[in-house]
């Protein structure tokens, strides 16, 4: 997925929200988005979930399939959260939100009117609701804000599943939530402008995905690596990327050639 040149003004005569972001995103990626309040941070989410179209420059590749967390998740909706979620689930096409619901330690809420939940329980329902059809592309933003230690805790290991299978993770989070996470890009906005930060040279030299992998397995993690020259058609090499990733297994360089 690509933005080349994007900007953003919410009207015409605003200043820009997004000034000329260029941006790579590719399967297996997380990204922590940081900046102050107001830098923009929804907006680019709103931008890269085709919730909004930028101003001007261009969003490709977007996967078909997207998840997307709000920071504040609209509960002026007359269902029980069981009722929004069965909902969301036929329109997701029969997905399974139970799993989550239960990961998410959502049991007592269920019967709950969406307008009476708690801010950390609605914000629950709005992952719920973004996890369950697997998206290829998983937002959130402030994905931690008020949730309860046992569910902060989880949520790293999810987007790095995510990650694992070969999605795309972007949080807006001022808290640094998935910092754990080796192999985090961090993005940063800045007056308009998207920067990405350099890698921290302390950061364990693997991917999201190998993480939660080795985590899965147990056992120490074995720290010698080899690295392996792939030639490949040009045209396989996102589908290539993506089995990688999945695999655990990390890109450290790519390069094009006739
Ligand atoms: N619907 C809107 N109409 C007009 N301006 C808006 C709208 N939404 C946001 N803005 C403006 O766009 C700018 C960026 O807002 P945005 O919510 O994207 O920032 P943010 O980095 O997510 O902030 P925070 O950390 O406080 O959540 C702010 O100046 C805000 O006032």
Same mark, same amino acid.
């Given at each position: 997925?690509?933005?080349?040149?994007? +900007?953003?003004?919410?009207?015409?005569?605003?200043?820009?929200?997004?000034?000329?972001?260029?941006?790579?995103?590719?399967?297996?990626?997380?990204?922590?988005?940081?900046?102050?309040?107001?830098?923009?941070?929804?907006?680019?989410?709103?931008?890269?979930?085709? %919730?909004?179209?930028? +101003?001007?420059?261009?969003?490709?590749?977007?996967?078909?399939?997207?998840?997307?967390?709000?920071?504040?998740?609209?509960?002026?909706?007359?269902?029980?959260?069981?009722?929004?979620?069965?909902?969301?689930?036929?329109?997701?096409?029969?997905?399974?939100?139970?799993?989550?619901?239960?990961?998410?330690?959502?049991?007592?809420?269920?019967?709950?009117?969406?307008?009476?939940? +708690? =801010?950390? +329980?609605?914000? =629950?329902?709005?992952?719920?609701?973004? %996890?369950?059809?697997?998206?290829?592309?998983?937002?959130?933003?402030?994905?931690?804000?008020?949730?309860?230690?046992?569910?902060?805790?989880? %949520?790293?290991?999810?987007?790095?599943?995510?990650?694992?299978?070969?999605?795309?993770?972007?949080?807006?989070?001022?808290?640094?939530?998935?910092?754990?996470?080796?192999?985090?890009?961090?993005?940063?906005?800045?007056?308009?402008?998207? =920067?990405?930060?350099?890698?921290?040279?302390?950061?364990?030299?693997?991917?999201?995905?190998?993480?939660?992998?080795?985590?899965?397995?147990?056992?120490?993690?074995?720290?010698?690596?080899?690295?392996?020259?792939?030639?490949?058609?040009?045209?396989?090499?996102?589908?290539? %990327?993506?089995?990688?990733?999945?695999?655990?297994?990390?890109?450290?360089?790519?390069?094009?050639?006739?």
């Amino acid at each position: 997925m690509r933005l080349s040149h994007v +900007s953003f003004r919410y009207r015409r005569r605003d200043p820009l929200v997004i000034a000329d972001a260029d941006a790579e995103l590719t399967p297996g990626d997380v990204i922590e988005l940081t900046g102050v309040n107001g830098a923009g941070k929804s907006t680019l989410l709103r931008l890269l979930a085709g %919730l909004a179209r930028p +101003s001007a420059g261009t969003i490709t590749g977007r996967p078909s399939i997207v998840g997307f967390a709000p920071d504040r998740f609209p509960t002026a909706q007359p269902f029980t959260v069981t009722r929004y979620l069965r909902h969301m689930s036929r329109v997701r096409g029969g997905a399974r939100w139970e799993p989550w619901a239960e990961r998410l330690d959502m049991g007592h809420l269920l019967d709950s009117p969406l307008g009476e939940l +708690s =801010k950390g +329980s609605a914000h =629950k329902v709005g992952l719920a609701q973004a %996890l369950m059809a697997e998206p290829q592309l998983l937002i959130l933003d402030e994905p931690f804000a008020g949730l309860d230690a046992d569910t902060r805790e989880a %949520l790293p290991a999810i987007a790095g599943e995510v990650a694992a299978r070969g999605g795309i993770v972007i949080a807006g989070d001022h808290q640094g939530g998935l910092r754990s996470l080796p192999g985090v890009r961090h993005w940063t906005l800045s007056s308009g402008h998207l =920067k990405e930060n350099a890698p921290d040279p302390h950061a364990a030299d693997e991917s999201p995905g190998e993480t939660v992998r080795r985590s899965v397995e147990g056992g120490p993690p074995e720290r010698r690596h080899a690295t392996v020259a792939v030639t490949l058609p040009a045209a396989d090499v996102q589908r290539f %990327l993506a089995r990688m990733r999945g695999e655990g297994y990390r890109a450290r360089e790519i390069e094009e050639s006739n």
